[in-house]
């Protein structure tokens, strides 16, 4: 009993802090032979603070130039530090105004980066997979069941569509791809057409995956 209460509760939330809430999606590369849990390469987040504005914070040094030139209309910036930067991430939030991603994952990697137990995360932090999960299995005569319950099926079953997809493994390409130019000024400078973009491409796709979580707990408020 005492484990369950290191999982995010499924209710959805009210409307107050649906509107309030922080919305946020780490990219990056999973696990491989260099690191059981490589630290993500960029957050996105929708309404810090409260703003209703989207920015993307890129950690690694490696994309360090192609953040310098990142060629989309929303605001992308370089912040080496992860620790600092989500700690003062994690102190703009409150009960009423939490954390809203879609899967455990960013959980995880907060409580990891943080060095917090789960329980001072937990709290403040919305889970959109589970939340939609329990919400569709009760409005089962109005909605079909999506065959998966990842972000574009559930997005797809409540009549919304994402702005950019791509296909398995996409993103991590697309990442090793930029990363062999954009270490250094010259490198990037001197990128291909196609690698930048790719660049603007994984900036789009994190961008589309928050703000589609943003429109499903819209949806079942039923805004």
Same mark, same amino acid.
């Given at each position: 009993?005492?484990?369950?209460?290191?999982?995010?509760?499924?209710?959805? !939330? @009210?409307?107050?802090?649906? @509107?309030?809430?922080?919305?946020?999606?780490?990219?990056?590369?999973? !696990?491989?032979?260099?690191?059981?849990?490589? $630290? $993500?390469?960029?957050?996105?987040?929708?309404?810090?603070?409260?703003?209703?504005?989207?920015?993307?914070?890129?950690?690694?040094?490696?994309?360090?130039?192609?953040?310098?030139?990142?060629?989309?209309?929303?605001?992308?910036?370089?912040? !080496?530090? #992860?620790? @600092?930067?989500? /700690?003062?991430?994690?102190?703009?939030?409150?009960?009423?105004? $939490?954390?809203?991603?879609?899967?455990?994952?960013?959980?995880?990697?907060?409580?990891?980066?943080? /060095?917090?137990?789960? /329980?001072?995360?937990?709290?403040?932090?919305?889970?959109?997979?589970?939340?939609?999960?329990?919400?569709?299995?009760?409005?089962?005569?109005?909605?079909?069941?999506?065959?998966?319950?990842?972000?574009?099926?559930?997005?797809?079953?409540?009549?919304?569509?994402?702005?950019?997809?791509?296909?398995?493994?996409?993103?991590?390409?697309?990442?090793?791809?930029? #990363?062999?130019?954009?270490?250094?000024?010259?490198?990037?400078?001197?990128? !291909?057409?196609?690698?930048?973009?790719?660049?603007?491409?994984?900036?789009?796709?994190?961008?589309?995956?928050?703000?589609?979580?943003?429109?499903?707990? /819209?949806?079942? #408020?039923?805004?």
């Amino acid at each position: 009993m005492a484990k369950a209460a290191h999982h995010p509760r499924t209710t959805l !939330p @009210d409307q107050e802090i649906v @509107d309030a809430g922080c919305y946020i999606d780490f990219e990056g590369f999973a !696990p491989n032979e260099h690191a059981a849990s490589p $630290p $993500p390469v960029l957050i996105g987040i929708y309404n810090r603070e409260q703003k209703g504005q989207f920015v993307q914070v890129v950690f690694n040094k490696e994309y360090r130039w192609a953040t310098e030139e990142a060629g989309v209309p929303h605001e992308v910036v370089y912040g !080496p530090n #992860r620790k @600092d930067f989500l /700690q003062t991430l994690r102190s703009s939030t409150r009960l009423w105004r $939490p954390f809203f991603a879609y899967r455990e994952h960013e959980l995880k990697v907060l409580t990891r980066l943080l /060095q917090q137990p789960p /329980q001072r995360i937990v709290r403040r932090y919305k889970n959109v997979r589970s939340i939609a999960r329990h919400w569709l299995g009760g409005h089962s005569e109005n909605y079909e069941r999506p065959e998966t319950h990842d972000l574009h099926s559930v997005a797809a079953a409540m009549g919304i569509t994402p702005s950019l997809q791509f296909p398995k493994g996409g993103m991590t390409a697309r990442l090793r791809m930029v #990363r062999e130019h954009s270490g250094t000024k010259r490198g990037w400078k001197e990128a !291909p057409k196609q690698v930048r973009n790719a660049w603007k491409e994984v900036l789009l796709y994190n961008q589309s995956d928050v703000l589609t979580m943003h429109k499903i707990m /819209q949806h079942m #408020r039923g805004r």
